[in-house]
Every structure is written in structure tokens, then in C-alpha cells.
């Protein structure tokens, strides 16, 4: 079993950056696929990022590409999301999200675990 914890999130004006970290506990997962997926008011969870196992494969949706970047610690059992160039749009409820299966994976029901959600407000 694994829990996720994210933090980071808060209030920020566009053009802003925020780091937002996933810290895993319970046991180590370092073999395991992470992905950042994130909900607004009234839309369905969208995926952000995803990085697998092997900490050299990383998969951006098209909205944030250039502008975030996912990498991971294992040595810290984290993950990072580094958001740069925010804008109002990227306002959400942040989720990490991660799988023992290690390759990349982009739909929500290929992760077993969720952290619990941390949230992002870009004002314009």
C-alpha cells in the first residue's frame, strides 16, 4: 500500500510559478509510474504529467507542455511538478497519482493510488 501526500499549492498570478511535490509513504515507490492529473469546478480530472519508473520518460498534455516539467527523487520518494508561466486556466484541484505497473500511462483508471489533492489558483 501507498499514500500520497501533495503539497505546494496555493495563490499565484499569472505568469507565476509554483512547485508542487507528491510524497510517497507506506513503501517505496521508486518502481512505480506517477502521474499529476487535475480537476476544475464542474470538469472532469484531466491528465498533466506523467513520469514512468525509469525517471527518463516523462508525457506532458499539449496545454502545459513547455511550461511544466515532472521529474522525481526516489532517494526522497517524491515527485515534483515545477509549473512555470501559469495562467488562470490551470486553476485546479492538483492530484498525484501513482501505479506499481512502471511505464507511462495517461487515463485515471490506470493508477491505484491518489493523493488526496492540492490546490492551484492563478489569478489574472
Known amino acids: 500500500q501507498v499514500q500520497l501526500v501533495e503539497s505546494g499549492g496555493g495563490l499565484v498570478q499569472a505568469g507565476g510559478s509554483l512547485r508542487l511535490s507528491c510524497a510517497a509513504s507506506?513503501?517505496?515507490?521508486?518502481?512505480?509510474?506517477v502521474a499529476w492529473f487535475r480537476q476544475a469546478p464542474g470538469k472532469e480530472r484531466e491528465f498533466v504529467a506523467a513520469i514512468d519508473w525509469t525517471d527518463t520518460n516523462t508525457y506532458y498534455t499539449d496545454s502545459v507542455k513547455g511550461r511544466f516539467t515532472i521529474s522525481r527523487d526516489n532517494a526522497k520518494n517524491t515527485v515534483y511538478l515545477q509549473m512555470n508561466s501559469l495562467k488562470p486556466e490551470d486553476t485546479a484541484v492538483y492530484y498525484c497519482?501513482?501505479?506499481?505497473?512502471?511505464?507511462?500511462?495517461?487515463?485515471?483508471?490506470?493508477?491505484?493510488?491518489w493523493g488526496q489533492g492540492t490546490q492551484v489558483t492563478v489569478s489574472s
Open positions: 507506506g513503501r517505496t515507490a521508486s518502481n512505480y509510474r
Open positions: 497519482a501513482a501505479d506499481p505497473r512502471g511505464w507511462i500511462a495517461l487515463g485515471p483508471n490506470n493508477y491505484n493510488y
